[in-house]
């Protein structure tokens, strides 16, 4: 089983100077490598299709609608689900001290995620995106090996960083991260892109509400 993790909005809590309302992480799994692979395959074609170079990233905010509809239409025939929760950063709903720093927020956030995916993780290889603080990455690491191995069981076999450049299913996790984040803060073309992948949902929270 493989699993792919990336975010949507920031983990800033500065709304009136641009912080995102929402932080939104997404987890993408598939239960077959194979799957994954041709999944994988799907995504470079797709960059011969749409004649863009073979390093290009795909990445959901900056992607033109065009770019989103093809994207989420090539991926939407392979068996991969997802689960995400989408932090409501709202002061006047989200208390205690601790949200107020971004390290300790990101790995609520993902903790949280892991939690509700753990019944449909067995002995899976999670990626991460490399990009941002090293060191904050290896604890986040860390972190989610521990929170998971509480309660029994071995739902995660090892945790893996990779640049979203370089893998085409952590940019999948992105545009899953980026659907759910247009949703929750109601954009009136989400639900154009969600209807593409809805039958991939497994679950997504929104707290607080």
């Known amino acids: 089983m493989l699993a792919f993790i990336d975010e949507s909005g920031d983990p800033g809590r500065k709304l009136d100077r641009g912080?995102?309302?929402?932080?939104?992480?997404?987890?993408?799994?598939?239960?077959?490598?194979?799957?994954?692979?041709?999944?994988?395959?799907?995504?470079?074609?797709l960059r011969y299709e749409l004649s863009l170079p073979k390093e290009y990233e795909f990445h959901f905010t900056s992607?033109?609608?065009k770019v989103r509809l093809a994207f989420l239409e090539a991926v939407a025939p392979y068996e991969f689900f997802y689960h995400a929760f989408a932090l409501n950063k709202d002061p006047d709903k989200?208390?205690?001290?601790?949200?107020?720093?971004?390290?300790?927020?990101?790995?609520?956030?993902?903790?949280?995620?892991?939690?509700?995916?753990?019944?449909?993780?067995a002995d899976a290889t999670?990626?991460?995106?490399?990009?941002?603080?090293?060191?904050?990455?290896?604890?986040?690491?860390?972190?989610?090996?521990?929170?998971?191995?509480?309660?029994?069981?071995?739902?995660?076999?090892?945790?893996?960083?990779?640049?979203?450049?370089?893998?085409?299913?952590?940019?999948?996790?992105?545009?899953?991260?980026?659907?759910t984040n247009r949703c929750v803060n109601n954009k009136p073309d989400a639900s154009m892109y969600r209807r593409l992948i809805a039958s991939r949902e497994i679950q997504v929270r929104v707290w607080p509400t």
């Open 94 to 121: 989200l208390y205690g001290p601790g949200f107020n720093f971004k390290g300790p927020l990101y790995k609520y956030v993902c903790g949280l995620v892991f939690e509700n995916a753990k019944p449909y993780l």
């Open 126 to 179: 999670v990626i991460i995106d490399k990009s941002g603080d090293r060191e904050f990455r290896n604890q986040l690491a860390v972190y989610l090996r521990r929170k998971m191995k509480e309660g029994g069981g071995n739902p995660i076999r090892k945790v893996k960083m990779e640049e979203s450049r370089k893998n085409n299913l952590v940019q999948l996790a992105d545009y899953v991260a980026g659907v």
């Open 63 to 65: 992607n033109s609608r």
């Open 19 to 45: 912080s995102s309302p929402f932080f939104t992480v997404a987890m993408v799994t598939f239960d077959e490598n194979e799957m994954a692979a041709a999944c994988d395959e799907r995504i470079n074609l």
